[in-house]
């Protein structure tokens, strides 16, 4: 190969990363550093102050109501993720274990194929299923079990079904992917040798899929903190998470206290992604 | 590939009836709202929920024929259409030197090409909000959208093209490069035939995110309306019979679209191969499900 022919290899082999990586600095991180300096500046007069300043963390901890809501939000995205994980196992056991082979991936697209349709919408048709007069409600009057209407909607376990309900494809696919690699011999050498099915199930598959798991309750969790729209459209603002607080707060243009918001869900996350991080990357990723 | 071909104990039946009536009861609870929304929408009663009175197409009619819809639905269309080639280009540009580039911290820039994904959608849309209000003061608008948008369709098409680099046979190129092609005709005529199922599952991915995305969208649209922030004005004075219909559509068209990303690709490889035995275990999920990929 000659000079030019190096360069041009050289420029295939690190130019491709150019306009992304310009495009994730402006628009990803630079963007967050704002957030980050902006939760230590001053909200005035509908202008931000660039004055460092305490004053927006300071606020949120000396308002009950945020606290509160904040801990609203961890509560509802671990009864979230783990109701989701707990529906989620068994079918990821059925579909690898007793579906036959060419039905498997056909039930498993069913399954995503919703994931990716509008979050909005399949949040919207809870509405029709959860509502006064919406099938839930019918069914019970038809079925002689109330007379009247029951107010579903608009709780804080109706936003928890219904966050269960838009990450379950998630989790679905995620501890299928990590079962399906399991040697099911091994199981059945346990219960040779005398374990029962459920102790077999959690000695030997459960920590061989460990990476899986984790990898689902993560992913699951850590949308959920920043979601607003479930706790608005199905909680009807009775039962806000920290998200909404963030919209409430750019709503009224603060968005110095908007910012310190995000920046706590941010290192939410961040503290995930670090603490888990070995079980997070390469083996799963593309799936080996 | 039935793992229990041999002979059950009662027991084993059992559990697998068991869980088998487990796993349609997950299609109901998965199904049953999208069915009953589209349901509604045929139906005669102007609240838009039970009981059925009759069946109506008149509820559509009135999606065809409202102008505010219309409008929607070419922003939503023009916004997904320059995000879709916008996280193409990125996404598959980035997509070589990620697998081939003998990069020094590989996993590392992995996982900061998939970070916007993995974050929640409001810290995209709020920091986005301050950098466009605040600090740049840039005007809100379709165009905002799109780059808020693209932040997180790109890394889709980035792991979907280096899923498929990765099982790439590089001697392919070498053996083009032993019959004369240079580095043009190499990736003309070898690497991007190879990769296309990849990009354009990227691609149906990418506009069906945008076609459908709200999170990010609602804090850096301004006064736009694209479909999911029309839909939710609407929605947040309750159901109407119209929102049930467009809500119909708009839910129809993305399974399509997304049913075509998981089924073009392979269909193609299918094809180039001339139909021969190639129905390995990974000829269909694997490129369509960018979500484990992290």
């Known amino acids: 190969m000659g000079g030019g022919s190096r360069a041009a290899a050289h420029l295939g082999r690190f130019g491709g990363l150019v306009p992304a990586a310009v495009y994730f600095v402006l628009f990803f991180f630079v963007p967050f550093g704002l957030i980050v300096c902006f939760s230590f500046w001053h909200d005035f007069d509908y202008r931000v102050v660039h004055h460092w300043t305490l004053e927006n963390y300071r606020y949120f901890i000396h308002q009950h109501v945020y606290l509160h809501t904040m801990w609203a939000t961890l509560w509802m995205g671990i009864a979230a993720t783990g109701i989701t994980l707990a529906l989620a196992f068994p079918f990821a056991y059925w579909l690898s274990r007793y579906v036959p082979g060419g039905l498997q991936k056909p039930l498993l697209v069913l399954v995503i194929v919703p994931f990716w349709t509008s979050y909005l919408l399949r949040m919207y048709s809870w509405l029709n299923t959860l509502g006064r007069k919406g099938l839930v409600n019918t069914a019970l009057e038809k079925a002689g079990i109330t007379d009247h209407p029951l107010t579903l909607l608009y709780s804080r376990w109706s936003v928890v079904v219904v966050l269960v309900y838009l990450y379950f494809p998630f989790a679905a696919l995620t501890l299928y992917s990590s079962i399906d690699?399991?040697?099911?011999?091994?199981?059945?050498?346990?219960?040779d040798l005398g374990a029962s099915p459920l102790r077999a199930i959690g000695r030997i598959l459960v920590p061989q899929i460990r990476p899986g798991i984790?990898?689902?309750?993560?992913?699951?969790?850590?949308?959920?903190?920043?979601?607003?729209?479930?706790?608005?459209?199905?909680?009807?603002?009775s039962v806000p998470m920290l998200g909404n607080v963030i919209d409430n707060f750019q709503r009224e243009a603060l968005y110095a206290r908007a910012s310190a918001i995000a920046l706590l869900i941010a290192a939410f996350v961040i503290v995930l992604l670090v603490l888990f991080r070995k079980s997070l990357s390469a083996k799963e990723a593309y799936g080996a | 590939m039935a793992r229990e071909a041999g002979v059950l104990s009662p027991r084993a039946r059992a559990a697998r009836g068991l869980l088998t009536g487990y796993g349609l009861f997950i299609y109901v609870f998965l199904f049953a709202p999208i069915v009953l929304l589209v349901l509604f929408s045929f139906n005669d009663n102007q609240y838009g929920s039970f009981p059925i009175t009759g069946w109506t197409t008149a509820w559509y009619r009135e999606v065809f024929g409202d102008y505010e819809i219309q409008d929607a639905l070419r922003v939503t269309l023009k916004v997904a259409a320059v995000v879709t080639v916008v996280s193409v280009v990125l996404g598959t540009a980035?997509?070589?030197?990620?697998?081939?580039?003998?990069?020094?911290?590989?996993?590392?820039?992995?996982?900061?090409?998939?970070?916007?994904?993995?974050i929640p959608g409001i810290?995209?849309?709020?920091?986005?909000?301050?950098?466009?209000?605040?600090?740049?003061?840039?005007?809100?608008?379709?165009?905002?959208?799109?780059?808020?948008?693209?932040?997180y369709t790109t890394p889709f098409v980035l792991l979907l093209v280096a899923a498929r680099l990765q099982g790439f046979d590089r001697n392919l190129e070498r053996a083009a490069s032993d019959l004369g092609a240079n580095t043009f005709?190499?990736?003309?005529?070898?690497?991007?035939?190879?990769?296309?199922?990849?990009?354009?599952?990227?691609a149906l991915f990418a506009f069906t995110l945008s076609f459908d995305e709200f999170v990010i969208t609602y804090f850096?649209?301004?006064?736009?309306?694209?479909?999911?922030?029309?839909?939710y004005?609407?929605?947040?004075?309750?159901?109407?019979?119209?929102?049930?219909?467009?809500?119909?559509?708009?839910?129809l068209t993305s399974i399509l679209l997304i049913s075509l990303a998981f089924v073009l690709p392979p269909l193609f490889r299918l094809a180039r191969r001339g139909f021969r035995s190639v129905r390995g275990r990974h000829e269909l999920v694997p490129e369509a499900v960018p979500a484990t990929e992290y």
């Open chain 2, 123 to 151: 810290l995209i849309g709020i920091s986005l909000l301050v950098l466009f209000t605040q600090t740049l003061h840039f005007g809100l608008s379709w165009k905002t959208a799109v780059i808020g948008q693209s932040l």
């Open chain 2, 185 to 202: 005709n190499r990736l003309r005529l070898v690497v991007l035939p190879l990769i296309f199922p990849a990009i354009l599952a990227g």
């Open chain 2, 233 to 251: 004005t609407q929605i947040k004075y309750g159901i109407t019979p119209e929102v049930n219909a467009l809500a119909s559509l708009v839910l």
């Open chain 1, 181 to 191: 690699r399991f040697d099911w011999d091994q199981l059945r050498a346990a219960m």
């Open chain 1, 214 to 237: 984790i990898t689902a309750v993560i992913f699951v969790f850590i949308p959920i903190l920043g979601e607003y729209l479930p706790p608005q459209i199905i909680g009807g603002t």
């Open chain 2, 220 to 231: 850096i649209v301004g006064s736009t309306n694209t479909l999911p922030i029309y839909i």
């Open chain 2, 94 to 118: 980035a997509a070589f030197p990620l697998v081939r580039g003998r990069l020094r911290f590989p996993a590392g820039f992995r996982v900061t090409m998939t970070l916007p994904i993995m």
